[in-house]
């Protein structure tokens, strides 16, 4: 995942101390693990991160450059699901083009997203 506009850019991972808060920026690359670990995510992982424009009036552009979270089951829920919030909360509706309320898994890449304000939530 790749959020541009920016000469700094920040490395953030969906596990350990990166979750669970807010992160001002301007460009940021997220990885669902370290890389130096498994090649895979740990079991029972649950991270939020909030993204935050860095400047006032920003929006926020995702753009998912690899997605690999098995695939739906046979009743077309996804065991495990990336969940992308147009806000700084997950109290409101996931974005449409991110899978809405089922969420992304499997292979299929969805197209840029961009948050309508500020903020912007993953939650897996």
Same mark, same amino acid.
């Given at each position: ?47 939020? #991160?909030?993204?935050?424009?860095? =400047?006032? *009036?920003?929006?926020?552009? $995702?753009?998912?450059?690899? &997605? ?26 996931? #974005?449409?083009?991110?899978?809405? =309320?089922? *969420?992304?898994?499997?292979? $299929?890449?969805?197209?840029? &997203? ?11």
């Amino acid at each position: 995942m790749l959020f541009t506009r920016s000469t700094c850019l920040m490395y953030n991972y969906m596990e350990g101390i990166d979750c669970g808060d807010t992160k001002t920026l301007g460009g940021a690359v997220v990885f669902s693990h370290r890389f130096y670990t498994e090649q895979q995510y740990n079991n029972n992982v649950e991270c939020r #991160m909030t993204f935050k424009a860095q =400047n006032e *009036g920003w929006k926020l552009m $995702l753009r998912i450059l690899e &997605l690999d979270i098995p695939d739906r089951m046979p009743n077309g829920l996804c065991n495990d699901a990336l969940y992308v919030y147009d806000d700084m909360d997950v109290f409101t509706k996931a #974005m449409a083009d991110a899978g809405g =309320n089922g *969420g992304l898994c499997g292979h $299929l890449l969805p197209p840029a &997203l961009y948050s309508s304000g500020e903020y912007l939530t993953l939650h897996f």
